[in-house]
């Protein structure tokens, strides 16, 4: 059974919903080494993943990018990264604690967007074919950037659509259907999951919207699915308040709640002594 319009209204909504974007998104948090393990440090973080659904962390010392990704999360409690079942017979895609490289190799035949083109990647949610909210949080590390491009996009599209719901909730409807969107594993097994864009569920408000090329949405299925879709694209423009794109430096680590930011990246230009290079953890909890 999908949520309508009136199901949000009722529901009790948390304070990403009320997010808007502008140049004054949380600060930066520096790290030395020795802040990183402390509570405050950790806490700070917790804030502005629940407030604004985004945290940026600074590091200067980025000589083991692996091992650093990993005793952050180790500090938010987490065990481990979570790894898709469609990428865990890929030897080397992850290391043991499930993360991964994000950077551009043009001898691949791989349509992966993400991990391997330079090309543009339209804003979604990680986790092609899992429930709908079940993976809150994305945490990326970037050693070195691009020549050129790459701005990171982010999209709170839970904010967008509680404001869809009050202007149109005969929209809102149509995103909340069990026929809206269809997600593809495409490069890999095939394999798809279609549901609603967005749902309630124990975190409260969860959104699965995605453009990128994993996303079909099923137009002549739903009713007033195109208009809805055409509101919700029209917000992803820097005049909006619920979007914003930014460049990530060399010791940057962006923490997103996945459950309820989409985000993307414009495409890039590497050169040999500029090349881009992420790192990447999915997890099944939240901050």
């Known amino acids: 059974m999908s949520i309508t319009a009136a199901d949000v209204t ?20 520096t790290v030395d080494g020795v802040e990183v393990f402390s509570s405050e440090f950790y806490q700070t973080a917790k804030e502005y993943y629940k407030e604004s659904g985004l945290v940026r962390l600074q590091f200067e010392d980025l000589s083991q990018p692996f091992e650093l990704l990993e005793q952050v999360a180790r500090g938010f409690g987490f065990d481990s ?31 992966h967007e993400g991990f391997l083109s330079n090309e543009e990647q339209s804003v979604h949610v990680d986790g092609t074919l899992e429930p709908i909210g079940s993976v809150p949080t994305t945490i990326m590390l970037c050693q070195s950037q691009a020549q050129s491009g790459g701005e990171s996009r982010v999209f709170n599209s839970v904010g967008a659509f509680t404001q869809l719901v009050e202007e149109h909730p005969e929209l809102a409807n149509a995103l909340c259907s069990t026929k809206t969107l269809t997600r593809s594993d495409v490069d890999r097994s095939g394999n798809s999951k279609t549901g609603p864009v967005f749902d309630i569920n ?4 969860v959104t699965r919207f995605s453009l990128d090329n994993t996303s079909e949405w099923n137009l002549d299925e739903v009713e007033h699915l195109q208009e809805a879709l055409d509101w919700m694209e029209n917000r992803l423009s820097l005049d909006s308040d619920f979007y914003t794109e930014f460049r990530l430096a060399p010791g940057d680590m962006l923490i997103v709640a996945n459950h309820k930011i989409s985000h993307g990246r414009n495409g890039y230009k590497d050169t040999e002594g500029n090349r881009r290079q992420l790192y990447r953890a999915l997890f099944q909890e939240p901050l």
């Open 10 to 29: 009722d529901a009790e909504l948390d304070a990403i919903c009320d997010t808007v974007y502008d140049s004054s998104l949380p600060e930066d948090i």
């Open 81 to 111: 990264a979570f790894v898709p079942p469609q990428y865990s017979d890929s030897d080397g895609l992850h290391n043991d604690f499930g993360i991964n490289e994000i950077s551009h190799d043009g001898g691949s035949e791989s349509d």
């Open 202 to 205: 124990e975190s409260g408000l």
